[in-house]
Nanobody
Framework: QVQLVESGGGLVQAGGSLRLSCAASGTIFNVNAMAWYRQAPGKQRELVAAIISGGSTNYADSVKGRFTISRDNAKNTVYLQMNGLKPEDTAVYYC????????????????WGQGTQVTVSS
């Protein structure tokens, strides 16, 4: 079975930086896309950044220019470098992966990590 394990959350002052990591393990034939979502208290989960198999990236307007998503294909790991953090970035950050888990490309499934807390103090 596939697992996503996240790390790197914590408490940081406004203007600081954090780097989140998410490693996918298990039987994986291909990584179609990986992404980071976040959910603040009382709010819906929202997409922060995504990276697809070809390397294209997509960011929420609120994080453009401050956050960078990247991927290590050999390690099936995705990173989120967060610079210039603001109190409004405080949330639980979730890793998401769209994975091919069988020989056929149609054998795909979505996975979520357990979440990691990011708290930005003012």
């Amino acid at each position: 079975q596939v697992q996503l394990v996240e790390s790197g959350g914590g408490l940081v002052q406004a203007g600081g930086s954090l780097r989140l990591s998410c490693a996918a393990s298990g039987t994986i034939f291909n990584v179609n896309a990986m992404a980071w979502y976040r959910q603040a208290p009382g709010k819906q989960r929202e997409l922060v950044a995504a990276i697809i198999s070809g390397g294209s990236t997509n960011y929420a307007d609120s994080v453009k220019g401050r956050f960078t998503i990247s991927r290590d294909n050999a390690k099936n790991t995705v990173y989120l470098q967060m610079n210039g953090l603001k109190p409004e970035d405080t949330a639980v950050y979730y890793c998401y992966a769209d994975l091919q888990i069988g020989f056929w490309k149609s054998s795909k499934a979505d996975y979520w990590g357990q979440g990691t807390q990011v708290t930005v103090s003012s």
